[in-house]
């Protein structure tokens, strides 16, 4: 089964909607959430479980999702102490809740020495239970950081990698998540990844909603499958506008092939003021050296003054461009039946992928 789209790993399921399940399901679903990943097992102990009363807060939770059509994995911390123990606890709970994936989260307990064999060990007991059952490693987002784990005994087993992209203390979530997806493409054997983006406090530090949406478009960009984020205990409750930044990114909508400035000068060749305006958010803001306007119809007008009477049947060339997330830059020319235009650039700054602020500078020769 191949995971596609947005999920959220849950670590205590009594911390989110207070534990409802129908309302932890609206809430997925809501967000657009195709898979919800939770935690099933700590060490050798089954985990989401009240010791007091024993009530098994998992069940309610997976069928209320199932029924839902969105995915259910468990996720494991993993020690290695005992990795006999956790396999089989693990193998329960797998079972017992015919979950459809299973994630292992192995951190800094699995760079002790020794640790090769109990990850050896742990997997084998694994696979020879959950035959078919999809697997993930989640784990540190530089292998080169952590050579003493034993990143090639999980993940030789493993159909997936989801690293734990997360930029604590700076806000650069572009060249981090692609450094990480660059050095495990380096190492054997390779799994498709899909990376964890941080929704939680670390310190005086939180990621920002730019950095959440940057994330979001930078797996767009590297054409990952899908991405996750940890955790929805605290993200929901304590952080409600990186959620809601989450739920507004529409995976799909955003599978472009072409990025904003192709489409932006093909829309100009088109010499179609609709076409181009397509591209605008609804309140979006065009500025030049001159004048600024705002909102749809308003720059409307200006395209269509641009494209009929200033630069007739103009054909736009792109010559260089430059910046990402949600911040472009374009340089062009062009030639037309009345003008030409050799020093053409535009800024765009965008939001869900429409061009939310636009900054024009061009001179025209006849």
């Known amino acids: 089964m191949s995971l596609k789209g947005k999920g959220f790993f849950i670590w205590k399921i009594m911390d989110c909607e207070k534990g409802d399940p129908k309302a932890i399901t609206k809430v997925a679903k809501d967000a657009q959430l195709t898979h919800v990943i939770l935690k099933i097992a700590d060490g050798a102990f089954p985990y989401n479980v009240n010791r007091q009363t024993n009530e098994d807060y998992v069940g309610p939770v997976v069928s209320a999702l199932r029924a839902a059509g969105i995915e259910v994995w ?72 952590h050579p003493q784990l034993p990143w090639k005994t999980f993940l030789e087993y493993c159909d997936y990698n989801m690293p734990q992209v997360y930029w604590e203390q700076s806000h650069n979530p572009e060249p981090n998540l692609k450094r990480s997806v660059k050095e495990f493409q380096s190492i054997t054997p390779f799994r498709p990844i899909i990376p964890t983006g941080p929704t939680y406090r670390a310190g005086s530090w939180i990621p920002t909603i730019d950095d959440t949406k940057v994330f979001l478009e930078t797996c767009k960009e590297l054409k990952l499958e899908a991405a996750n984020f940890f955790s929805w205990d605290e993200c929901r409750p304590a952080y409600p506008d990186l959620w809601k930044t989450i739920q507004d990114f529409s995976w799909e909508k955003n599978q472009l092939t072409k990025d904003i400035t192709e489409l932006w000068v093909n829309a100009m060749n088109s010499g179609n003021p609709e076409e181009v305006t397509k591209l605008y958010a609804q309140n979006s803001v065009h500025i030049t050296s001159t004048r600024s306007i705002q909102g749809v119809i308003e720059i409307q007008t200006w395209y269509k003054y641009l494209l009929k009477q200033l630069l007739p049947n103009g054909k736009f060339t792109i010559t ?34 429409q061009i939310a602020y636009h900054y024009s500078f061009f001179g025209t020769n006849s």
């Open 74 to 145: 468990g996720w494991h911390y993993v020690y290695g102490d005992y990795p006999n123990s956790e396999a089989n606890i693990a193998v329960k709970r797998m079972k017992e809740f015919d979950l459809s994936g299973y994630v292992i989260d192995a951190e800094m307990e699995y760079k002790e020495p020794g640790k090769k064999n109990a990850a050896a060990a742990y997997m084998k007991i694994l696979r020879k239970n959950l035959p078919d059952i999809p697997m993930a490693l989640s784990s540190y987002r530089f292998p080169s950081f």
């Open 320 to 353: 260089g461009t430059s910046g990402s997330g949600n911040s472009r830059s374009v340089n062009w020319i062009c030639k037309s039946d009345k003008a030409t235009v050799s020093n053409g650039r535009d800024t765009f700054g965008l939001i869900n992928d």
